[in-house]
């Protein structure tokens, strides 16, 4: 079922996008189009495909969980403005 206008107006005003009426006509062919290529790709039979999380079967190559960095909390505490028990101390933004 194509779109009209007044379709358009209401879901770019739901998007809160500003949309001139100069550009209605453009932009309702472009979701139409879209809308006919989702209604070709449901009309493809796909019994007997199992899901696939990714387009490749790749195998995904794992790291050893392994800490590779120093902790350097003292030295970045060192320099900020407040910290107290090893945390940051900021100005309250909400009362």
Do not use: W
Not at 53 to 73: G, I, N
């Amino acid at each position: 079922m194509p779109l009209s206008n007044e379709q358009v107006k209401h879901l770019s005003r739901l998007a809160r996008l500003s949309l001139p009426d100069s550009r209605l006509d453009i932009t309702r062919n472009c979701l139409n189009s879209i809308f006919e290529l989702i209604a070709q790709m449901q009309a493809v039979d796909t019994t007997g495909i199992s899901p696939m999380s990714h387009p490749q079967e790749s195998a995904t190559r794992l790291r050893e969980d392994v800490v590779t960095e120093t902790d350097r909390s003292v030295a970045f505490q060192a320099v900020a403005p407040q910290t107290e028990a090893g945390l940051y101390l900021v100005p309250k933004v909400i009362e």
